[in-house]
């Protein structure tokens, strides 16, 4: 059964940088390659919302307030998926989640906290 953990987190000045990273244990790297893999966050009060996803075919997508200063990437054989997270703004502050999607399968990390603040 697939587990997610994400890292990388922490407290970041506006304008500074972050790369969280998502590792996938209890598979394959070639079953962890045919997942769909995206990066969501939820700030309090707030909905939680899709950051920026990349399919098994290396699509990319994100969403509009974080093109241009975030972006996503995978590593099928290491089983990870990254964020890297530039030019930082204190909106960006929430609790960041992996999710892995195939099939029927809908699988979430536990999270990790960025806080961006001065």
């Known amino acids: 059964q697939v587990q997610l953990v994400e890292s990388g987190g922490g407290l970041v000045q506006p304008g500074g940088s972050l790369r969280l990273s998502c590792a996938a244990s209890?598979?394959?790297?070639?079953?962890?390659?045919?997942?769909?893999m995206g990066w969501y966050r939820q700030a309090p009060g707030k909905q939680r919302e899709l950051v920026a996803a990349?399919?098994?075919?290396?699509?990319?997508n994100y969403v509009d307030s974080v093109k241009g200063r975030f972006t996503i990437s995978r590593d099928n054989v290491k089983k990870t998926v990254s964020l890297q997270m530039n030019s930082l703004k204190p909106e960006d502050t929430a609790v960041y989640l992996c999710n892995a999607r195939y099939v029927s399968l809908d699988r979430w990390g536990q999270g990790t906290q960025v806080t961006v603040s001065s």
């Open positions: 990349i399919s098994s075919d290396g699509f990319t």
């Open positions: 209890g598979i394959t790297f070639s079953r962890f390659s045919s997942y769909n």
